[in-house]
């Protein structure tokens, strides 16, 4: 069974740890009163057939809630060790955070030498936001990112199934790089 570490990393107020709970079923309500994550929360969980990937394979994953606040910076590459995949949330509905998940971006994705391919974009609506799925203006770089639109409102299970997608390409590519590693043993 492969093991993945997700960090779920953005501004303050986009949402992060709702999703997070809410793609580790680790709730069962999606709203209630904000109260912002201090550091990192860390939400493990199971599940089977892993889309993209081999047939009843199993994944244990860690979801890692990173506080939004960059007062925990100094904590940022801990929280880096070892990580499969880094999804990146924002709310598109607050103007500053399209400047801020560039930076975020930054340092989490590119400066890490993370691929594309590990990275998820999730633009989170929050409740009576009146989801609007327009085009964001997206930076170049961030363009290039898989983007799913999360109403959790509307449409819980389609995000649930997006993420899913992730993290079976996730898996397959942890799948390949032991391969990869086995046969250069071997060799």
Known sequence: MFKAKILIVGPSESGKSVLANFLSDATESIGGEYSPTQGVRILEFEFQSVSGFEKNAGCEAELWDCAGDTKF????PA????????????????????????TWYSSFVSTQ?????????????????????????LSPQLSKL???????????EEVRQEFRRYLGSVVKSLSESREREEMSIIN
């Open 73 to 76: 910076e100094s904590c940022w």
């Open 113 to 137: 030498g993370v691929q594309d391919s590990q990275c998820l974009l999730i633009a989170h609506h929050k409740p009576g936001s009146g989801a609007d799925n327009r085009r964001l203006g």
């Open 146 to 156: 898989n983007l799913i639109h999360s109403n959790l409102e509307e449409d819980p």
């Open 79 to 102: 929280l880096m060790k070892d990580s499969s995949g880094v999804v990146l949330v924002f709310n598109p509905d607050m103007p500053s955070h399209l400047k801020e998940i560039e």
